[in-house]
């Protein structure tokens, strides 16, 4: 196994949670009593228990974290917000759009890294204590919420009032499944 190669792999993805974790606190902010907000509570513990997963993998494979890596994400997602919204001040039905968006992309690369260490289990053995199957299973999971959760958004961003759909979700979109 390339280390030096998987080393440098797992600490972009331990910086892409923390972009991750504070555009999701943001977003779960600024949409607090919707379907956003709701979803995003359940979503954000679970970015939190994965990015305590990556830490563990990173520590069974003898793996030091890249400090400034991690401080340059945490500065890039504060850059990010300063994107234009259609407002001067203040969170729009844009600003949902893009943030969700920014999430379903971090889940797509999370699935994939889950997928990736999944494989490189069978040949080692510091990697068999994570259960990278379930872990797999709930991005698919969350990638399809924030999917929904997306494409509503762009509705009620784009649409005129009344033309678009309310945002809303099922008990087992929820995670009561």
Known sequence: ???????????????GSMVGVELARRAKSENAGNAVGEYLDTFLRELLEDRATLQGVMSALGLKRDVMKQGAAWVGEKLGRLKLNGQLTGYSP????????????GTEGRLSMWRTLRRLSRKDERLGRFDFTTLITRAEHQRRILERLRQQSSEEAFFEPGEGSVLRLTPSQRGAE
Do not use: Q
């Open 1 to 15: 196994m390339n280390v030096a190669l998987l080393k440098i792999y797992l600490n972009d993805h331990l910086a």
């Open 94 to 105: 844009l600003s949902r759009v893009v943030e969700l968006e920014g999430l379903c992309l």
